[in-house]
């Protein structure tokens, strides 16, 4: 079964950087994707960064140039590295995990996910 949590999640203020965690386990195939997606109250979950077993990425367009999606195969963690965030950047960030490659366009199509975290809550506000 596979199990994905979240961590690094906090307040920041606007301009600066937070790292979040996904702790994977029970994901040993060798073709994999894995993302992550944020939600805020009445909006749809959006795709914000994709990695898979060949280090492909998928960003949103909204978050290019400022976030970075990286892995540590051998501690089974994804990360999510976040610099000059704004409030707009406040969300639920939910890490998520298919077995399988997923190719552009559909790297960030939600549907195509079939585990999910908990989330963990990313606040920017001054």
């Known amino acids: 079964q596979v199990q994905l949590v979240e961590s690094g999640g906090g307040s920041v203020q606007p301009g600066g950087s937070l790292r979040l965690s996904c702790a994977t386990s029970g994901l040993t195939d060798t073709s994999y994707s894995v993302a992550w997606f944020r939600q805020t109250p009445g909006k749809e979950r959006e795709g914000v960064a994709s990695?898979?077993?060949?280090?492909?990425?998928c960003y949103g367009d909204s978050v290019k140039g400022r976030f970075t999606i990286s892995q540590d195969n051998a501690k089974k963690v994804m990360y999510l590295e976040m610099k000059s965030l704004q409030p707009e950047d406040t969300a639920m960030y939910y890490c998520a995990a298919r077995r399988g490659r997923v190719s552009r366009p559909y790297c960030l199509f939600l549907d195509w996910y079939a585990y999910w975290g908990q989330g963990t809550q990313v606040t920017v506000s001054s």
């Open positions: 990695i898979d077993n060949v280090w492909l990425t």
